[in-house]
């Protein structure tokens, strides 16, 4: 399943109904961003039918920015039922994303 891109309208129905969420807040103008991309891509097929894998544009979304907490991009946040259980913020190698994934599996 590739990368869902969220608004804030739909954002809480799909978290909420998946076991666990990893979601991007992103920009398009954020070089860092970009360089995590591809990981982030990678991810969703890896842990397809077990992760929502979902990406919010902070320029397009910045309500759902303010309300996670959002200072600096990229952040990937991990929701499990709903609620944040950890958060990443910067480029991180492949491998940081998975433990967090499998640590709340």
């Known amino acids: 399943m ?3 891109h969220l608004k804030t309208s739909e ?9 666990l969420a ?17 990981v982030i891509d990678s991810l ?3 842990f397809e039918g077990k992760v929502m894998v979902g990406k919010v544009n902070v320029d ?12 600096s ?3 990937v946040v991990f929701l499990k039922n709903g609620k944040e ?8 190698p492949p491998e940081t994303f998975v433990a967090a994934i499998n640590a709340n599996l």
């Not at 397009?60 to 200072?71: H, I, W, Y």
């Not at 950890?86 to 991180?92: A, C, I, N, Q, Y």
């Open 60 to 71: 397009e979304e910045p309500e759902l920015a303010r309300q996670f907490g959002v200072m």
């Open 85 to 92: 259980v950890d958060r990443k913020v910067g480029v991180m």
């Open 44 to 46: 969703a097929q890896q």
């Open 73 to 75: 991009i990229p952040t």
């Open 2 to 4: 590739a990368v869902k």
């Open 11 to 19: 954002f809480k129905s799909v978290v909420d109904a998946a076991p």
């Open 22 to 38: 990893m979601v991007d807040f992103w920009a398009s103008w954020c070089g860092p961003c970009k360089m995590l991309s591809p």
